[in-house]
């Protein structure tokens, strides 16, 4: 039986995630974005520059620390999306970055990416969009979707961002948070979970078969990690 902890946005502290999946005795870890991927201050959004500074993810950039179990990660909206090419190519030991619409094999399960956030604005842009470039690489797009809704087996999403109607409200009109568009791909191709972060609560809503998860941020005082067995 293999164990796989499934971890909140983790924004730079990638010792901390390490010490508190290692004690639960995993096999793989898998992490629903802003893992925190910058290694140069002057590249970090303001948003990031929140979370206690750069982080130590330029530790294990440089080599200078290593994961000690395989890990998979993919896009949040608050990444150096330039060092994200790089991972890409296997710069990093145990490191794998899941790129959007992408399926996994792990551990006997498949496993579909859904990285960045919802942008109502720019979900219907192609990716050869230049709206979709840039800083803007932080969203998904109806093509990301469209990919993973041709699986009709995938046992889990591990996306970044939630579908709507899931009880998250935006804190500043409480107008509701999520994607129809992802709402729509769960209701259609009903994997058994659909993990994301991004908004740094714990919640747990069934979608049909699905149980859709949000993760607390891993510093916080939420559920930021849920472990499952196979």
Avoid: W
């Amino acid at each position: 039986m293999s164990r796989i902890a499934i971890v909140g946005d983790v924004h730079g502290k990638i010792d901390l995630m390490l010490e508190r999946t290692l004690e639960l005795n995993v096999d793989v870890i898998m992490q629903v974005g802003d893992l925190g991927t910058f290694i140069f201050e002057e590249r970090m959004d303001r948003a990031a520059r929140k979370h206690d500074g750069i982080g130590n993810f330029v530790e294990y950039y440089s080599g200078k620390k290593q994961f000690p179990l395989p890990v998979y990660f993919i896009k949040g909206n608050h990444d150096d999306f330039n060092v994200l090419e790089e991972i890409k190519k296997g710069k990093i030991k145990n490191l794998n970055f899941m790129e959007n619409g992408t399926v996994d094999n792990i551990c006997g399960k498949l496993f579909g990416a859904l990285g960045g956030n919802y942008s109502r604005t720019r979900y219907d842009f192609n990716h050869n969009n230049s709206q979709l470039h840039g800083k803007r690489r932080k969203h998904f797009n109806h093509q990301d979707v469209e990919a993973l809704e041709k699986f009709s087996n995938i046992y889990a999403i591990i996306a970044h961002d939630c579908p709507n109607e899931v009880g998250i409200k935006n804190k500043f009109d409480e107008s509701d948070c999520g994607s129809p568009e992802v709402r729509a791909m769960i209701e259609k191709i009903q994997p058994r979970f659909y993990f994301h972060g991004h908004h740094h609560c714990y919640t747990e809503t069934m979608i049909g078969n699905t149980r859709a998860i949000g993760l607390g941020i891993l510093e916080g005082e939420t559920q930021s990690i849920y472990v499952l067995e196979n």
